[in-house]
């Protein structure tokens, strides 16, 4: 008993997780693929972007229109400099459509 009990807490909580990065998918005016973690990758770039700045205009800026901005771009220059910046721009292209 205690098991399923568990593993029902288990399951309702991936689903909350997985319906909240879905609506945040829908409210970042991405009409591409869903993929949780294409999506998990990009939100961190903006993620850590706050962290660097700490300012809050940034995060939404380089969350806005899926991830599509210049804004974006300067966030992954500030926060992976060396990162291979076409595995990012497919990844956006995906999810943006």
């Known amino acids: ?12 909580i991936v689903t909350v997780i997985f319906a909240d ?25 903006c993620d850590d972007c706050y962290d660097l700045f700490r300012e809050d ?13 210049s804004y974006f771009s300067g966030c992954l220059d500030s926060t992976e400099p060396s990162a291979d910046k076409a595995y990012f721009e497919k990844i956006v292209k995906d999810l943006s459509g």
């Open 21 to 45: 990065l879905q609506g945040d998918f829908a409210e970042l005016g991405c009409k591409g693929t869903f993929d949780e973690s294409k999506l998990r990758t990009v939100i961190r770039v």
């Open 57 to 69: 205009t940034m995060l939404k800026l380089c969350r806005q229109k899926c991830f599509t901005t």
């Open 1 to 12: 008993m205690r098991k399923l009990l568990g593993l029902t807490t288990f399951a309702v």
